[in-house]
């Protein structure tokens, strides 16, 4: 299933730098915009705040990248 790679970057309060990812099916968003749009909704959820454990997000600094098909780590 092809789908989008938005990785927004963040740094910690100690200014360790890093990034959190947001994954969306290109059939619900079939254009990088949309994605994209979606991914600045979503970096300020509480969920996603508590899962970069309240790093600051960096959304002006968004990175996309396309997938054909899902990669499995074991191959299949």
Known sequence: M????IRIPTVTA????????FTY????YP???????QARKDVDSADAIRHRRG??????AISVVWHETYEFA???
Do not use: C, I, M, Y
Request: aromatic fraction near 6%; proline fraction near 3%; hydrophobic fraction near 40%.
């Open 25 to 28: 099916s290109a059939e619900q």
């Open 31 to 37: 254009l990088q915009l949309l994605a994209k749009r």
């Open 55 to 60: 790093a600051t997000a960096k959304p002006d």
């Open 14 to 21: 100690d200014q360790r730098d890093g990034v959190q990812v």
């Open 74 to 76: 074991n191959g299949f």
């Open 2 to 5: 092809a789908h989008w790679e």
